[in-house]
C-alpha cells in the first residue's frame, strides 16, 4: 500500500485553488492536468496520465469493481457504493467499517496484496474493473486481467498536487456507476467548503511559518521550492530553517514528546519541538489502517479545516468542531 506523507506546504497553507468543474459542449470533464474524460453516443473515453481506456457505453454503469490500493476506497464510500467492491487488496490497511463487515460476510474478497496478487480469485470473480494506482512491476498481471477481458482503470490520484482536482476524480466514479448526480453534489460541497474556508485564511492576519515531516534516516524531506517533489535537506539545514517556525505537523504516530526524542535526541534543540505545537496525522487510527489515507484523500475540506484550526486557534469558526485526522503531540 502506497503511503504518502509528503503532505505539500502549499496545500497545508497557501490553500491554492485555481480550478471550477470544466464542461465543454462535447462532454469533455476535465479533473485535473493528469486526468479528463468525454463521452459520446457509444463510448466513454478516460485520459489517465499515459495511459487511455475506451468503455463502451453498453457496459456501463459497472456493477463489479476491485481495487488494488486503498487509497481509493475513499471516493466509494463518499458516494455510497461500497456495495459494487467485490475485492479489496490488503484489507489490514482499510479504516472503512463498512469495507470489513462487507468482507467479513464474504460479499468482499481478500485478492492479496502488492507483493502477490490471487489471479486465480480475480479471475473467478470476474469484476467488470479494477482500479489501480501503475506499478510497472506488475505489468505481466494487468496484461493477464487485460486478455481475461477486465478493464483496468489507473489512477494515480497520490500525484495530484491540487487537493480539490483529488476530491474531483469524484465525478469520474459517478460517471462509471450511474452515480452522476450524487457526485456533483458531493463535490460541489467539498469545494464549497474548501472556498469558504480559504476565505477565512485569507483574512487572518496571523500568518504561521509551518515544519513538515520529521528525519527519515539521514535526511529530512521538505518541500520549499517551486517543483512539485519535495527536497531531501539534513537536520543542520532544516535546524536552521526551523528558528522561526511556529508549528510542526504530519508528525509519524508516537505516543509522547519523549518517544520523539528516542528516535533523533537533536529535536530538542528546535525551538517548536519546546513550544508545543506538534502534530500527527493519526486521530482517525485502527490498527495498521488511517483514514487520513481513505477519507482524508476525497474531503480536502475536513483536512484544510484541521489545519485552519490547527494555525488559526483565534479564529472561532470552527471552535465547537473537533479535529478529525489531526491530533496534537504532547
Same mark, same amino acid.
Given at each position: 500500500?502506497?503511503?504518502?506523507?509528503?503532505?505539500?506546504?502549499?496545500?497545508?497553507?497557501?490553500?491554492?485553488?485555481?480550478?471550477?468543474?470544466?464542461?465543454?459542449?462535447?462532454?469533455?470533464?476535465?479533473?485535473?492536468?493528469?486526468?479528463?474524460?468525454?463521452?459520446?453516443?457509444?463510448?466513454?473515453?478516460?485520459?489517465?496520465?499515459?495511459?487511455?481506456?475506451?468503455?463502451?457505453?453498453?457496459?456501463?454503469?459497472?456493477?463489479?469493481?476491485?481495487?488494488?490500493?486503498?487509497?481509493?476506497?475513499?471516493?466509494?464510500?463518499?458516494?455510497?457504493?461500497?456495495?459494487?467492491?467485490?475485492?479489496?487488496?490488503?484489507?489490514? =490497511?482499510?479504516?472503512?467499517?463498512?469495507?470489513?463487515?462487507?468482507?467479513?460476510?464474504?460479499?468482499?474478497?481478500?485478492?492479496?496484496?502488492?507483493?502477490?496478487?490471487?489471479?486465480?480469485?480475480?479471475?473467478?470473480?470476474?469484476?467488470?474493473?479494477?482500479?489501480?494506482?501503475?506499478?510497472?512491476?506488475?505489468?505481466?498481471?494487468?496484461?493477464?486481467?487485460?486478455?481475461?477481458?477486465?478493464?483496468?482503470?489507473?489512477?494515480?490520484?497520490?500525484?495530484?498536487?491540487?487537493?480539490?482536482?483529488?476530491?474531483?476524480?469524484?465525478?469520474?466514479?459517478?460517471?462509471?456507476?450511474?452515480?452522476?448526480?450524487?457526485?456533483?453534489?458531493?463535490?460541489?460541497?467539498?469545494?464549497?467548503?474548501?472556498?469558504?474556508?480559504?476565505?477565512?485564511?485569507?483574512?487572518?492576519?496571523?500568518?504561521?511559518?509551518?515544519?513538515?515531516?520529521?528525519?527519515?534516516?539521514?535526511?529530512?524531506?521538505?518541500?520549499?521550492?517551486?517543483?512539485?517533489?519535495?527536497?531531501?535537506?539534513?537536520?543542520?539545514?532544516?535546524?536552521?530553517?526551523?528558528?522561526?517556525?511556529?508549528?510542526?505537523?504530519?508528525?509519524?504516530?508516537?505516543?509522547?514528546?519523549?518517544?520523539?526524542?528516542?528516535?533523533?535526541?537533536?529535536?530538542?534543540?528546535?525551538?517548536?519541538?519546546?513550544?508545543?505545537?506538534?502534530?500527527?496525522?493519526?486521530?482517525?487510527?485502527?490498527?495498521?489502517?488511517?483514514? =487520513?489515507?481513505?477519507?482524508?484523500?476525497?474531503?480536502?475540506?475536513?483536512?484544510?479545516?484541521? =489545519?485552519?484550526?490547527?494555525?488559526?486557534?483565534?479564529?472561532?469558526?470552527?471552535?465547537?468542531?473537533?479535529?478529525?485526522?489531526?491530533?496534537?503531540?504532547?
Amino acid at each position: 500500500m502506497k503511503r504518502i506523507f509528503l503532505l505539500l506546504i502549499f496545500f497545508l497553507f497557501a490553500f491554492s485553488c485555481k480550478k471550477e468543474i470544466s464542461k465543454s459542449d462535447f462532454g469533455n470533464i476535465t479533473i485535473s492536468e493528469r486526468v479528463n474524460y468525454s463521452d459520446d453516443s457509444k463510448n466513454l473515453v478516460i485520459n489517465s496520465g499515459k495511459f487511455k481506456n475506451i468503455i463502451p457505453k453498453e457496459k456501463l454503469p459497472f456493477q463489479k469493481a476491485m481495487l488494488l490500493n486503498s487509497s481509493l476506497i475513499g471516493y466509494f464510500s463518499e458516494l455510497n457504493l461500497e456495495n459494487k467492491i467485490t475485492g479489496v487488496s490488503s484489507p489490514e =490497511y482499510i479504516f472503512s467499517e463498512k469495507i470489513h463487515q462487507l468482507i467479513n460476510q464474504n460479499q468482499i474478497l481478500n485478492i492479496g496484496n502488492e507483493q502477490k496478487y490471487n489471479i486465480e480469485r480475480i479471475l473467478s470473480n470476474k469484476p467488470d474493473v479494477i482500479f489501480t494506482n501503475y506499478v510497472p512491476n506488475f505489468a505481466n498481471t494487468y496484461d493477464i486481467l487485460k486478455k481475461n477481458g477486465i478493464t483496468l482503470i489507473f489512477l494515480d490520484e497520490f500525484l495530484e498536487q491540487n487537493p480539490l482536482e483529488k476530491s474531483k476524480y469524484l465525478l469520474l466514479f459517478g460517471k462509471l456507476f450511474g452515480a452522476e448526480e450524487q457526485a456533483e453534489e458531493t463535490f460541489k460541497n467539498i469545494e464549497n467548503n474548501y472556498k469558504k474556508i480559504q476565505t477565512l485564511a485569507s483574512k487572518t492576519f496571523n500568518k504561521p511559518n509551518i515544519l513538515c515531516n520529521e528525519m527519515y534516516g539521514s535526511q529530512w524531506f521538505l518541500k520549499d521550492n517551486k517543483e512539485s517533489s519535495s527536497v531531501p535537506l539534513s537536520f543542520e539545514e532544516v535546524f536552521v530553517k526551523s528558528e522561526s517556525v511556529n508549528y510542526w505537523i504530519n508528525i509519524s504516530p508516537h505516543q509522547n514528546k519523549k518517544e520523539l526524542l528516542t528516535l533523533n535526541p537533536n529535536y530538542s534543540k528546535m525551538k517548536v519541538f519546546n513550544s508545543g505545537n506538534l502534530y500527527m496525522i493519526n486521530n482517525r487510527e485502527k490498527d495498521n489502517a488511517n483514514d =487520513y489515507f481513505e477519507s482524508g484523500v476525497v474531503r480536502c475540506d475536513l483536512v484544510l479545516r484541521d =489545519y485552519f484550526k490547527i494555525f488559526h486557534p483565534e479564529d472561532v469558526t470552527f471552535k465547537s468542531e473537533p479535529l478529525i485526522y489531526m491530533k496534537a503531540l504532547k
